[in-house]
């Protein structure tokens, strides 16, 4: 069975970072994408950033491009999301996934398991 659990959100004053954790488990990742999206209040998930597992190529939402950074620890089946420069319009919960596949993409339909979701908020 597939879990990810999220770490690292929180509270934090606009230009601020943080960065966010997703702790994998339950089957081999290698190969497999990850992603990061978010949901604001009232409004549809988002996708934010996606890796591959191996290889490193990286995809980002044109909105946190030059100011966030997907990252993955292999030993550790850990991904990461550094945020920086954070925005109050960055306020969400952000979500991690694992893909289907290895296709890197920001389609929602392409993941097939979630995690709860880590609250970040910035303020003005």
């Known amino acids: 069975q597939v879990q990810l659990v999220e770490s690292g959100g929180g509270l934090v004053q606009a230009g601020g970072s943080l960065r966010l954790s997703c702790a994998a488990s339950?089957?081999?990742?290698?190969?497999?994408?990850m992603g990061w999206f978010r949901q604001a209040p009232g409004k549809e998930r988002e996708f934010v950033a996606a890796?591959?597992?191996?290889?490193?190529?990286?995809y980002y939402a044109d909105s946190v491009k030059g100011r966030f950074t997907i990252s993955r620890d292999n030993a550790k089946n850990t991904v990461y999301l550094q945020m920086n420069s954070l925005k109050p319009e960055d306020t969400a919960v952000y979500h991690c996934?694992?893909?289907?596949?290895?296709?890197?993409?920001?389609?929602?339909?392409?993941?097939?398991?979630w995690g709860q979701g880590t609250q970040v908020t910035v303020s003005s």
């Open positions: 890796i591959r597992w191996s290889g490193g190529y990286t």
């Open positions: 996934a694992a893909g289907r596949g290895v296709a890197v993409t920001s389609r929602t339909q392409e993941y097939a398991h």
């Open positions: 339950g089957r081999t990742f290698s190969n497999y994408a």
